[in-house]
C-alpha cells in the first residue's frame, strides 16, 4: 500500500493579496483557522491559491509561511505542477527543500502531450524529488484527461501516491479504482462528488467549501468512512446549493468573496481574474447565512 497523505478533506487554499504581494499576516491568521477548526491538511499555491499569477518567489514565501504555521500539526502540500517539465521539477525540488509533505502536480495545459508523454513528464519530476506526488486530473481547465491505464502504470511509481480527481466523470473514477486499487489512493477534486468518490474508495476530497466550512467538510468525510451514512449523506446534499454558488463563477472568484464577507482580508482576485458579480454575490452571501 502506498503512503496516505492525509484522510479527510484538504483545504485548496486561497492567496490573499494587497498591493505589495502575498499578504502573509492574513495568510498566517488564515492557516490557524483552518488547523483550529479540525482540517487534515492544506493544499497551497495550487489553483484556487491562483498560482498561475504569482510569481517564483511569492510561491516560495507561502509555502514557507505554510510549513512554518502548520509545524506538523497537519500535512502541507504544495502545488508545483507546470506545462514545462523543468520548471514543475525546479519548483517541486524547491518545496521538498522547504519541507513540505507533499506536492499536486496539474497534468501539462495548453501544449498538453499524449497519454505516453504524461508518463514520461510525471517520470521525470518523480525521478527529481522523494516526497509524495499527488497526480491533479482536471481537463475542463487542462484540456487534457489522465485515462485509467495511464494511472495504473504511474501508479507504479513508488513516489506518486494518489490523484486528485477532478474530472468529474464518476465511471471514470471507478476504473480508476479498479486498475489501482491501494497503489494509488483518490481524492474528490469535486467538493459535490465527495461521497460518490469515497464510495469507490477515495480517502476524503481537495476542497473549496472547506475553506469557509473546514470542520463540517471534515466531519462529513469522517462521517462516511466510520460508517455514518445517514449522517453523511445528508451533510453532502445539505450543502449542495452552497457548493453550486461557490462555482457560480470561475474558482477562486467566489470563495474570495466569502472569505472577505467572513472577516478575513482576501483582497481582490488577480488579473485575468476580477471580482464577483454582485448580483451573483448576494445570492451567494444568503446561501452562506443558511448554513
Known amino acids: 500500500m502506498k503512503k496516505i497523505l492525509f484522510k479527510g478533506a484538504a483545504s485548496a487554499v486561497p492567496t490573499p493579496f494587497d498591493e505589495s504581494g502575498v499578504n502573509i499576516k492574513e495568510f498566517e491568521k488564515f492557516l490557524e483557522f483552518q488547523i483550529q477548526n479540525k482540517i487534515d491538511a492544506l493544499i497551497v499555491c495550487g489553483t484556487t491559491g491562483e498560482s498561475s499569477t504569482m510569481t517564483k518567489e511569492e510561491k516560495i514565501e507561502t509555502i514557507k509561511c505554510a510549513v512554518k504555521v502548520s509545524n506538523g500539526r497537519v500535512p502541507i502540500i504544495a502545488g508545483t505542477g507546470s506545462n514545462n517539465t523543468k520548471e514543475a521539477i525546479t519548483m517541486s525540488k524547491i518545496a521538498e527543500e522547504l519541507g513540505v509533505d507533499g506536492v499536486l502536480i496539474v497534468t501539462p495545459y495548453y501544449n498538453k502531450t499524449t497519454q505516453t508523454g504524461l508518463i514520461q513528464h510525471y517520470k521525470a519530476i518523480s525521478d527529481n524529488i522523494t516526497i509524495p506526488i499527488i497526480l491533479y486530473n482536471v481537463p475542463s481547465r487542462t484540456g487534457l484527461n489522465i485515462n485509467p491505464e495511464t494511472c495504473w502504470e504511474l501508479s507504479k511509481i513508488e513516489n506518486i501516491v494518489a490523484i486528485k480527481e477532478a474530472s468529474g466523470n464518476l465511471s471514470q473514477v471507478a476504473q480508476i479504482a479498479h486498475l489501482c486499487r491501494d497503489n494509488l489512493h483518490i481524492y474528490s477534486g469535486n467538493d459535490d462528488q465527495a461521497l460518490p468518490i469515497c464510495s469507490l474508495g477515495g480517502l476524503g476530497v481537495i476542497s473549496v467549501l472547506s475553506n469557509i466550512k473546514p470542520q ?25 446549493p452552497l457548493i453550486n454558488n461557490l462555482f457560480s463563477e470561475v474558482n477562486p472568484i467566489p470563495i474570495k468573496a466569502c472569505l472577505n464577507k467572513i472577516g478575513f482580508n482576501f483582497g481582490k482576485p488577480r488579473l485575468p481574474l476580477i471580482e464577483m458579480d454582485k448580483e451573483k454575490q448576494e445570492i451567494l452571501f444568503k446561501e452562506q447565512n443558511k448554513n
Open 216 to 240: 463540517f467538510t471534515h466531519d462529513m468525510i469522517f462521517d462516511f468512512l466510520n460508517g455514518n451514512i445517514t449522517e453523511s449523506t445528508k451533510k453532502q446534499l445539505d450543502c449542495i
